[in-house]
């Protein structure tokens, strides 16, 4: 049996636990809100019922890990973003600083079993780690050996996803880039757009909008 703490609009089999009326990115409301507000929800109620459970599958990123200590329930945490940022800053902060990071629970996250989704994550995780793959359901991405007109950029654009070589490839294949773009998250850089022009790549900028509130 399992049991899903999330949004009470969840299309699940599981045995849902609502913690907010609608997904925050469907909800005009939900933007009053820190997203990581909802994580914080979810660890809190997973926690309080963590008796109920053989294991809890977390994906807030690293909240839930930082807490481990507080609960007997193994924890396996699946990453699902870009780690560097997460244990890079601390090399940016003077040495009498450095003592009180072990404070903000970073050692607690080597107590859960990590699951990252890239041999990169893999190498910038400074812990152990499991690597498995998102899966993809190839009978919805088929394989083609001619190349098509445009190369899609799954994903919004950060430094660690390979932008320059998505550019360097859509180049070489004479291919347009299509690349997912929200405003709040400031996805198109002004470096990439400047890159992209230098090397003559043509940009199809879509919207990763998920209702017509968030069209801007």
């Known amino acids: 049996e399992v049991t899903l703490f999330a949004t009470a609009d969840s299309k699940t089999s599981a045995k849902l636990i609502p913690l907010w009326p609608k997904a925050a990115t469907r909800d005009s409301y939900g933007s009053l809100l820190n997203r990581e507000t909802y994580s914080l929800w979810s660890v809190s109620e997973a926690f309080k019922r963590h008796k109920d459970f053989d294991v809890i599958h977390d994906h807030t990123r690293f909240i839930a890990p930082r807490f481990a200590r507080h609960i007997s329930t193994p924890i396996v945490s699946t990453v699902h973003h870009p780690i560097s940022f997460e244990f890079s800053y601390k090399k940016n902060y003077p040495s009498e600083y450095q003592s009180y990071f072990s404070t903000s629970g970073n050692e607690d996250i080597q107590t859960v079993s990590t699951v990252v989704v890239s041999k990169f994550q893999a190498k910038e995780f400074p812990f ?56 709040e998250r400031m996805d198109l850089r002004d470096h990439h757009v400047r890159a992209a022009v230098k090397a003559g790549v043509k940009l199809v900028i879509s919207t990763d909008s998920h209702n017509a509130d968030q069209l801007h």
């Open 128 to 183: 152990p780690s499991k690597t498995i793959y998102n899966g993809l359901a190839l009978s919805e991405w088929i394989f083609k050996e001619e190349p098509g007109e445009y190369l899609a950029f799954l994903g919004y654009m950060t430094a660690d996803k390979g932008v320059k070589e998505a550019i360097e490839a859509a180049k070489k294949t004479k291919t347009i880039m299509e690349i997912n773009s929200y405003p």
